[in-house]
C-alpha cells in the first residue's frame, strides 16, 4: 500500500492540516466498529494528542482507514461519533494507532485534562505577556504554581477514576499525592517566612496565630511518624 505524503510547502517544511492544536491527554477510551465482514469489534485505547475535533489513539487493534467508529469515555462514559482518517500505512509518522475525526467537534468528551492542558497554555501565554511588562517575577512564579498543582490535582483525580473503573488498589496513589502536598507545604512555608521576614506579614495576627497553631500540631505529628518509622526499623532488624 502506498503511503500518502503530506503536502510541502514552499521550503519543503510540512504543512500543517489541522484545524487547532492538539494538546498531550492520558485518557482511557473503548473503541467500536464493524469489521469487514459486518462482524462488531471492541478494543481498549488510549487517546494521546487531541483537540475538540480528534486526535491520536493508541491501539493494538486497528479499524480501517475510512472505518466510522464509535468513541467511548471510560472516565465519563460519554460516547461519540467518529471517523478513521489515518492509520500506520496510510500517513506517514502514524503509529501503534490512528488517527480519528469526530463527526461533530466536541471538546468536553476527552474530559478534564485537555481543559487542563489548554488552561496551562493560556497561563503560560499570559506569563510572557507579564514578562513583557516587566510584572514582578514572584507573581509570575504563583502562576506557575497554579498551574502545576492543576495539572497534578487533574491526573491524579483521573487516575483515581481508572482505578476504580478498574478494581485496582488506589494506595499508592494516595501517597503520592500525600508526597506532593508535603512538597507544596514546604515551599509555602519557606514563601511565609520570607513575607515574615520583609515585613509584608505581622508575626501578631489572628492569621499568625492560627498558623503557629497549625504547625505545632504538625510537628508532633511529624515527630509520632518519625517514632512509628524507627519501631518499624528495629522490629524488620530484628
Known amino acids: ?5 503530506r503536502p510541502m510547502s514552499a521550503d519543503g517544511t510540512k504543512l ?11 485518557v482511557p477510551i473503548e473503541v467500536s466498529w464493524k469489521g469487514a465482514d459486518g462482524v462488531a469489534i471492541k478494543q481498549e485505547a488510549v487517546a494521546r ?3 475538540a475535533n480528534g486526535g491520536f489513539v493508541k491501539m493494538p487493534v486497528r479499524p480501517d482507514l475510512g472505518s466510522r467508529v464509535t468513541l467511548a469515555n471510560f472516565l465519563s462514559a460519554q460516547t461519540v461519533e467518529a471517523r478513521v482518517l489515518a492509520a500506520p ?9 490512528v488517527i480519528v475525526e469526530l463527526i461533530t467537534p466536541n471538546e468536553t468528551f476527552w474530559g478534564v485534562n485537555l481543559q487542563v492542558e489548554k488552561t496551562s497554555l493560556e497561563l ?7 514578562q513583557r511588562e516587566e510584572i ?44 506532593e502536598r508535603m512538597r507544596r507545604a514546604t515551599n509555602l512555608c519557606l514563601e511565609v517566612g520570607a513575607d515574615l521576614d520583609a515585613g509584608r506579614l505581622s508575626g501578631e495576627s489572628r492569621d ?31
Open 1 to 5: 500500500m502506498t503511503i500518502k505524503k
Open 16 to 26: 500543517e492540516r489541522r484545524k487547532s492544536t492538539r494538546f498531550p491527554v492520558v
Open 49 to 51: 494528542q487531541v483537540n
Open 89 to 97: 500505512h496510510s500517513r506517514e509518522g502514524v503509529a501503534n494507532g
Open 124 to 130: 503560560q501565554n499570559l506569563e510572557k505577556a507579564l
Open 136 to 179: 514582578d517575577l514572584r507573581l509570575l512564579k504563583e502562576y506557575r504554581d497554579a498551574v502545576e498543582y492543576i495539572r497534578t490535582a487533574a491526573s491524579v483525580v483521573q487516575r483515581l477514576r481508572e482505578c476504580q473503573l478498574r478494581g485496582l488498589d488506589e494506595e499508592e496513589l494516595h501517597r503520592g499525592l500525600a508526597t
Open 208 to 238: 499568625a496565630e492560627e498558623l503557629h497553631r497549625v504547625l505545632e500540631n504538625l510537628q508532633n505529628s511529624l515527630i509520632r511518624a518519625d517514632k512509628k518509622r524507627s519501631t518499624r526499623s528495629i522490629r524488620a532488624g530484628l
